[in-house]
Each structure stands twice: as C-alpha cells, then as structure tokens.
C-alpha cells in the first residue's frame, strides 16, 4: 500500500512578549471554559471566534436541551397523531418549530429520518426473527454511516391497518414526531441495502415529495399494480404529503369503503393478485386516476435500484465482488484503512475514479443499492410458491453477508463465504492486494 503523508516544512515565527502572553491568557481563559462548560447541563456546543475581517462567526451544534414554554404545536389538544385525523398547515407549524429551535435549521433540507418496521409477535418461520433481526442490523449499519437517524416500530399504530398498510399510521406519526426532518425514509423488513457507499441523489428531487421506485409507461400505457413499489420510498414533511396520506388511507381498512376498492382496483390493474385493495395499488391508482394532481409531485425513480427485485440481483453478487475489489487494486486509496466516520469520503471516490455517472441500475457496473426480497415473506415463511424450497432464506443470507462485507471491512474482517453468517476472516493490511 502506498504510504501517506506529507512533506515537512519549518518555518519562524516571530512574536512580541506581549502576543505571547495574550496567547496564552486566551488558552487559559478557554481551557477554564471548556472545563466548565462540559460539565454544565445546560451545555450546547457553540464556538464564537472572528473572521479574518472581525466579523463574528459562530459554529453550533444541535441544541437538544432546548425547548421553549411557549405554546407551539405539540400544545394543541386537537392536534392528533392518529392515522384517521387529519393534520392542517403543517408546513407553517414545521416553520415556527425551527424558529424556536434554531440550532435544527442548518442542513435540514436534506435531513433523513429511516423509518421501517415489523410485527410484534414472534416469527412463524423458524429463521425469521433470525433474517429480521439481520436486516435491522443492516438499516441501522446503513444510517450510522450516512448520519441518518432511523426508527423501528413493532406495532400496529391502527388496529385495522395492518399488513402492508401498517406503515401509513408510521410514516405520519414519524412526521409529527420529527419537524426536524425534511425526509421521511421507509424501508420494508425485508429490504436490504446492499451498496453501502450509495446515497440517494437527494439534489434531483428537489421538485418533488414522494420518490418512489417506478416506471410512468406501465402505469399509463399499460396499467398493472406492479407499476411501482411502495416498499422503499421517500417522503418530503410537509402539508403535501399529510394531505396524500389522508387520500392514500381512504382505500384502506380505516375506510368505510374499504371492501369497495378491491374490485375498483382490480377492474383497472387486471393482474393485480389478490382481491383487497392494498397500498401499492392504491397509490398507482391516485398517479393513473389524477395524473395531473399526482404525478407532478411523484418522482418515479428508475434509474437505479431504490428497491430492487432480488431475483436477479443476487446472482451478481461473486461478479461484483470481483469488480470492486479490481479498482482496489488498481488504486491505493481504496485500499487504505480509515475510520468508519469518514467512509463517505472514500464512497465518492470510488465513484469519481471508477463509477461516474453509474448509479446502479440494471447493467451498471455499481451493486444494486437496495435488493428487495419481495415475495419471500421472512417472517411468516408463506413466500411465493413459485421459489423453491429455501431459495429465500438462503439468497437473503447471502445478501445480508454481501452487505454485511462492505461494513465490517472497515472493522478489520468479511465473511469468506457469503453463503455463511460466520466466521468472520480478518483482513491483511493490504487486502486485496495482499492475499489472504
């Protein structure tokens, strides 16, 4: 591996008694300050220096103590986190929420909140909590690396809206509970993130409120329920989507025409499954019914893999393997060990030198950014007939390890085969170039 530093430099400095003295009464007076103010409890970490005009400049983190009395939204006894209520001027009440916590505004425009979730009764399948608990680990690992804060919900919030439905009562109560956060994240159970150096490009949605994988022809040439999939996507806090929710839940079991919808929905999508409307269907039912409400707002994303299907993604998994671990060896940089708070850096490296303009989709040469185990049903193990045996759990495992990899090589150590949970193999210092 190549070896890094720098080249030394010497240099005088000359200083008066007195700007030694100065500087060392500043020292003082700031370790003092330190000493006291780590140890205050109304302790917020804010540095005010000068600018080399004389201008104040000021460096704050988020202040988590602070909570002003006076009234603001939360006071309003009106105000409901239920699913069935709806929520009015949202968009003001987030804006007076910043005003009296302003620590919170800087770089909230692209501040995610990871939302995902499962059943609080134990697994059927006799691996599921097992799988469950791993692809938990797998959100969490994902969001520690990209600074996301994540939430996990293991119970219905409605107990009519169960199944796929259970995430709407989530995803609005998320909302509500962190004005802070211009995203909202929801990511299936059984999603798995398998490029971890991948980031959504958050700059091109900008127009947009909700991002959802799709494609607009199989939506308006040619109908079908799986147009899109409303088991990955993002979106945006603000009064748009409280008002989509309202409308989204309206086909659900909340509804007092609920039974009404399936049939709707199946008389328009002619190969949807099964015969009660769910979620998915219900959303590319708003995009086919009222293009021009929707769709403007709606960012259907193809061109990488915001969710993709697992069924030809994991065969890959050997090929891109080899694939990444080629521009390791090809450059040093890739290779050279580093904190685990810092990996972004080396993520847009590899996507400058190796990657530009890929963003993973079907032929890229980057990994799949989510596989989606869709069908395989983890929890219950009722998956789709059509997948032999234990195809589901055992192509989940190794997707699991793939991703797995990618974090634990920052710890010293991968899996040697992904086929198998453990043992882990630690790593030579110039792996891969040194071989194991």
């Not at 799709?214 to 008002?243: E, H």
């Not at 403007?296 to 050997?318: C, H, R, T």
Request: aromatic share 14%.
């Amino acid at each position: 591996m190549g070896k890094y530093g720098g080249a030394k430099t010497k240099t005088t400095v000359c200083l008066s008694d007195g700007a030694i003295f100065l500087a060392g009464a500043f020292l003082s007076l700031t370790l003092v300050w330190s000493y006291f103010s780590l140890f205050s409890p109304s302790f917020t970490f804010t540095f005010t220096g000068l600018r080399h005009g004389g201008e104040p400049v000021q460096c704050s983190g988020l202040n988590m103590q602070l909570d002003p009395p006076e009234p603001g939204f939360y006071d309003d006894p009106d105000l409901s986190y239920s699913i069935e209520k709806s929520i009015t001027n949202w968009d003001e009440k987030r804006h007076q929420w910043f005003k009296s916590h302003p620590s919170f505004k800087p770089g909230s425009e692209n501040r995610i909140l990871m939302v995902t979730g499962s059943q609080s009764s134990p697994c059927k399948n006799p691996i599921g909590d097992h799988l469950l608990l791993r692809c938990f680990k797998n959100k969490v690992d994902y969001a520690r690396i990209h600074g996301h804060e994540i939430f996990y919900s293991n119970a219905l919030l409605h107990p009519k809206m169960n199944s796929y439905w259970a995430k709407l009562p989530v995803v609005k109560a998320a909302m509500l509970a962190h004005p802070e956060a211009e995203w909202i994240w929801w990511v299936d159970s059984d999603a798995i993130f398998t490029d971890m150096e991948f980031k959504p490009p958050l700059h091109r949605y900008r127009q947009h409120n909700l991002v959802v994988h799709g494609w607009p022809n199989i939506i308006y040439d040619k109908p079908s329920w799986t147009a899109l999939n409303a088991g990955v996507f993002l979106i945006r806090n603000c009064q748009w989507s409280m008002d989509l929710i309202d409308t989204w839940k309206s086909m659900g079991p909340v509804s007092p025409d609920y039974k009404k919808w399936g049939p709707i929905q199946r008389s328009i999508f002619k190969d949807k499954l099964f015969p009660e409307s769910d979620d998915q269907t219900a959303l590319i039912y708003l995009l086919y019914k009222h293009k021009e409400l929707y769709y403007p707002k709606i960012y259907l994303e193809g061109e990488y893999y915001l969710q993709g299907y697992w069924i030809g993604v994991v065969d890959g998994f050997a090929n891109v393997t080899e694939r990444y671990l080629e521009m390791e060896r090809e450059d040093d940089t890739l290779r050279r060990r580093h904190a685990e708070k810092v990996s972004e850096r080396y993520g847009a490296f590899r996507g400058e030198r190796f990657l530009k303009g890929e963003f993973g989709g079907r032929g890229s040469r980057r990994r799949a950014f989510v596989t989606h185990f869709t069908g395989c049903q983890p929890c219950s193990g009722d998956h789709n007939p059509s997948y032999d045996g234990d195809t589901c759990w055992n192509e989940m495992i190794r997707a699991l390890n793939f991703a797995d990899n990618q974090v634990m090589r920052v710890y010293g150590h991968v899996h040697s085969d992904l086929s198998k949970t453990s043992p882990l193999q630690p790593l030579p210092f110039d792996y891969p170039n040194e071989a194991w």
